[in-house]
């Protein structure tokens, strides 16, 4: 019995560290992109560094992926994680494309809605 929890631990902990790695990679795959095209064209994207907020994004991306494999179905714990992966990419699209603030909290209020829509189901 001991040998089968320890094992699925060690199994779930190897899956984490995968999808970490993966995410991460994708992240510096992002980042060298958006250096090439700021070296290559007129375009300057000068906040790139939002880039690296992806990373806990993608981690919870990567979560709530696993989970709904698991389950069949989006559960109250992925549901509610949906929203800090959103309002992260949100804010990384708008320091990259240096879009208004003032988009952001209603596009957040938006997500809220949908949030509490999904966790009611």
């Given amino acids: 019995m001991n040998d089968d929890i ?3 631990k060690e199994t779930e902990r190897r899956i984490r560290n995968d999808d ?3 995410i ?3 992240v510096l795959i992002l980042v060298g992109i958006a250096v ?3 070296y290559f064209t007129d375009y300057s994207l000068e906040n790139w560094w939002a880039l690296f907020m992806l990373l806990p994004a993608g981690y919870i991306f990567m979560a709530i ?3 709904y494999k698991e389950n069949g179905r989006l559960s ?3 549901s ?3 929203i800090p992966g959103l309002v992260m990419v ?3 699209t708008i320091f990259l494309f240096n879009l208004s603030w003032a988009i952001f909290w209603p596009v957040t209020f938006i997500a809220i809605g949908f949030s509490i829509l999904l966790g009611n189901r």
Wanted: proline residues 0%; hydrophobic residues 55%; glycine residues 4%.
């Fill in 24 to 26: 991460f990679a994708v």
């Fill in 36 to 38: 090439l095209i700021n």
């Fill in 90 to 92: 949100a804010m990384v």
């Fill in 80 to 82: 509610g994680a949906i």
């Fill in 76 to 78: 109250r714990k992925s």
């Fill in 65 to 67: 992926w696993r989970d």
């Fill in 6 to 8: 320890s094992e699925l």
């Fill in 20 to 22: 970490a790695t993966k």
